[in-house]
């Protein structure tokens, strides 16, 4: 997969710009707040459909405008064809998406036709950052394989707002037959919703088990193990996921947790268990990570998930997604930097940097000069 030309109106600094990229390794270079990071944005919105940066679409937009428009150009390599996709963020109502020129309704339509993994300074929190933070990585990372996901996640996020909105309304206001009777077909609803989320999770963690222990690995210059273990409220005292890729288990499993804890979530006004308090335990040497990684530690183990994602999306799709490494190479030494490219030779990748001294050695297919929006 690899971006042929995204083209921005209005989109944060940039008031007009059309970028052509080419295969290989592409680079963005300029100072910082010139408009790199702007255009890293913009391509990873067509991938999962929203910013990563932010959450309010009006502060994608510039200032003084309503609207912004981003258009995209993406070839499939597995048949050559030609995709266009485009988004529309308006400062007073919702975004609009279109797919080669068809309208879509849904975000889940969307997500999936073009792939990207995304690698920021951000991300080497991942490993002693919350929980919340790595069930993101895992559930966008999903979403682009299997979009069917997203709408599962929004479902179960619907149910579990829902459930808590009751459980307030039963603390506050006390129990009666009908608002428990509620309570109840809101915990059935939940349970299913759970057994599929955790399904889905527990299969993808399964799947990076393949490939992420080589990477740190060889990262590690073969001195450290990593690994990786699911926790969720259906498996805390198992070693692997077994069983739980079964739907009608997990769904069993969470019957049962829930059945266990329904008074004591009565009791607190809030849904205590479920998959909204996942977590990835990350193991290096058989130790916590999150507890004595170093910085090196760290850094080696996301950049391992990053290039596990890589493949796990070329064997479900039959071909690489496109890597956005944002400002990255200055928080890499130069063995990492090394390994990880070595390992993207035969992908699209598109760097921002600002300083040309990180390049050297590096082999560049096209460089692209950002100042103030303008790209050359």
Same mark, same amino acid.
């Given at each position: 997969?690899?971006?042929?030309?995204?083209?921005?109106?209005?989109?944060?600094?940039?008031?007009?710009?059309?970028?052509?990229?080419?295969?290989?390794?592409?680079?963005?270079?300029?100072?910082?707040?010139?408009?790199?990071?702007? $255009?890293?944005?913009?391509?990873?919105?067509?991938?999962?459909?929203?910013s /990563? @940066?932010?959450?309010?679409?009006?502060?994608?937009?510039?200032?003084?405008?309503? $609207?912004?428009?981003?258009?995209?150009?993406?070839?499939c #390599?597995?048949?050559?064809?030609?995709? !266009?996709?485009?988004?529309?963020?308006?400062?007073?109502?919702?975004k609009?998406?279109?797919?080669?020129?068809? $309208?879509?309704?849904?975000?889940?339509?969307?997500?999936?036709?073009?792939?990207?993994?995304?690698?920021?300074?951000?991300?080497?929190?991942?490993?002693?950052?919350?929980?919340?933070?790595?069930?993101?990585?895992?559930?966008?990372?999903?979403?682009?394989i299997?979009?069917?996901?997203?709408?599962?996640?929004?479902?179960?996020? !619907?149910?579990?707002?829902?459930?808590?909105?009751?459980?307030?309304?039963?603390? +506050?206001?006390?129990?009666?037959?009908?608002?428990?009777?509620?309570?109840?077909?809101?915990?059935?609803?939940?349970? @299913?919703?759970s057994?599929?989320?955790?399904?889905?999770?527990? #299969?993808?963690?399964?799947?990076?088990?393949?490939?992420?222990?080589?990477f740190?690995?060889?990262?590690?210059?073969g001195?450290?193990?990593?690994?990786?273990?699911?926790?969720?409220?259906?498996?805390k005292?198992?070693?692997? /996921?077994?069983?739980?890729?079964?739907?009608?288990?997990?769904?069993?499993?969470?019957?049962?947790? /829930?059945?266990?804890?329904?008074? #004591?979530?009565?009791?607190?006004? *809030?849904?205590?268990?479920?998959?909204?308090?996942?977590?990835?335990?990350?193991?290096?040497?058989?130790?916590?990570?999150?507890?004595?990684? *170093?910085?090196?530690?760290? !850094?080696? $183990?996301?950049?391992?998930?990053?290039?596990?994602?890589?493949?796990?999306?070329?064997? *479900?799709?039959? +071909?690489?997604?496109v890597?956005?490494?944002?400002d990255?190479?200055? +928080?890499?030494? @130069?063995?990492?930097?090394?390994?990880?490219? !070595?390992?993207?030779?035969?992908?699209?990748?598109?760097?921002?940097?600002?300083?040309s001294?990180?390049?050297?050695?590096?082999?560049?297919?096209?460089?692209?000069?950002?100042?103030?929006?303008?790209?050359?």
């Open positions: 997969m690899q971006v042929k030309n995204i083209s921005l109106t209005n989109y944060r600094n940039i008031e007009s710009a059309s970028v052509d990229f080419s295969d290989g390794i592409n680079i963005l270079i300029g100072e910082n707040a010139n408009g790199k990071t702007n $255009a890293v944005e913009a391509i990873y919105q067509f991938a999962q459909g929203k /990563f @940066r932010t959450k309010n679409n009006s502060e994608s937009i510039s200032f003084d405008k309503d $609207a912004c428009d981003l258009n995209l150009e993406y070839v #390599e597995k048949n050559n064809k030609t995709n !266009r996709m485009n988004i529309k963020l308006y400062k007073d109502k919702l609009k998406f279109s797919y080669n020129g068809i $309208a879509l309704k849904k975000t889940a339509e969307f997500i999936g036709n073009f792939r990207a993994v995304l690698f920021t300074p951000d991300h080497l929190g991942l490993v002693k950052g919350n929980p919340e933070s790595r069930r993101k990585f895992i559930d966008m990372a999903i979403s682009q299997k979009p069917i996901y997203l709408s599962y996640l929004l479902d179960y996020e !619907r149910v579990l707002s829902q459930r808590n909105h009751l459980m307030r309304f039963i603390k +506050e206001r006390g129990e009666t037959k009908d608002n428990i009777a509620q309570f109840y077909v809101w915990t059935k609803k939940l349970v @299913r919703y057994a599929i989320i955790t399904r889905y999770r527990g #299969e993808y963690i399964e799947r990076l088990k393949e490939f992420v222990p080589d740190y690995l060889g990262l590690s210059n001195r450290e193990n990593i690994a990786l273990v699911y926790v969720s409220h259906v498996n005292n198992r070693t692997d /996921f077994g069983d739980f890729n079964n739907f009608e288990v997990c769904e069993k499993l969470y019957d049962e947790v /829930f059945a266990q804890c329904n008074r #004591e979530e009565l009791a607190y006004g *809030s849904t205590l268990y479920g998959p909204h308090r996942d977590d990835l335990y990350i193991e290096i040497e058989g130790k916590n990570a999150r507890a004595i990684a *170093s910085q090196g530690q760290q !850094r080696s $183990a996301v950049l391992a998930l990053k290039l596990a994602e890589g493949n796990i999306s070329k064997i *479900s799709h039959g +071909e690489y997604p890597f956005l490494f944002d990255i190479l200055s +928080e890499l030494d @130069r063995t990492r930097q090394d390994f990880i490219l !070595r390992h993207l030779e035969d992908r699209q990748v598109i760097i921002t940097c600002c300083n001294e990180l390049l050297k050695g590096i082999n560049i297919s096209k460089i692209i000069e950002v100042k103030e929006g303008r790209f050359s």
